[in-house]
């Protein structure tokens, strides 16, 4: 995002018809979903994946993948609709016939809202995979962004959108071999 795309979204503000200390309490609980999204997909509680996303989001974070194993919605490939679709794909991914160990953390969210009940952010983040190809340690470690959508569905915010950007991927030669299209 750049400097002046907050300012043109800065323009839009005062739309919201929270106070600050609501508008605060917004931003919190966007950042405790997506905190709660990376723990439960780590811990691989695929029961509770879905619940931190609405039924219509739309995921493009498989860039770093090879193309031939990028999920596809539609035909379009690196692109995931819906949160049952979503959650097949992350859980075939970490937790398929080869189970992958991950941490991922998100840092620095630049969080706007922009309305009651939508907003947008952008996370700094980092992650690291790994997994046992016949007693050689397979890994990758990325670094990046993820520029979400937020919207608040029955009182609770939701992950609405999600892309992630890499800015770099390191990773052993093997690390894919393990990989099936998704």
């Known amino acids: 995002m750049s400097h002046n795309e907050v300012r043109d979204t800065d323009a839009e503000t005062p739309a919201l018809t929270l106070g600050a200390a609501e508008q605060l309490l917004a931003i919190r609980e966007i950042e405790r979903v997506f905190a709660a999204r990376l723990r439960v997909m780590d811990n691989k509680q695929w029961e509770y994946y879905p619940t931190l996303h609405t039924e219509d989001v739309v995921s493009e974070t498989w860039q770093g993948l090879p193309g031939d194993k990028q999920p596809s919605t539609d035909g379009e490939s690196g692109r995931v609709v819906g949160r049952e679709a979503l959650t097949r794909a992350i859980s075939n991914l970490l937790d398929g016939p080869v189970p992958v160990t991950s941490a991922h953390h998100g840092h620095c969210p630049e969080i706007v809202l922009e309305s009651d009940t939508t907003a947008r952010g952008i996370w700094a983040m ?5 997994w046992d190809n016949d007693g050689t340690e397979e ?4 670094w990046g962004h993820y520029h979400e959508r937020y919207t608040k569905v029955d009182g609770i915010w939701l ?3 999600r892309k ?5 991927q390191v990773h052993t030669p093997g690390f894919f071999s393990f990989l099936k299209p998704l």
């Not at 980092?126 to 790994?130: A, I």
């Not at 890994?139 to 990325?142: E, Q």
């Open 126 to 130: 980092e992650d690291q995979l790994w």
């Open 159 to 161: 992950i609405s959108y």
């Open 164 to 168: 992630l950007t890499r800015l770099r």
């Open 139 to 142: 890994s990758l470690h990325g």
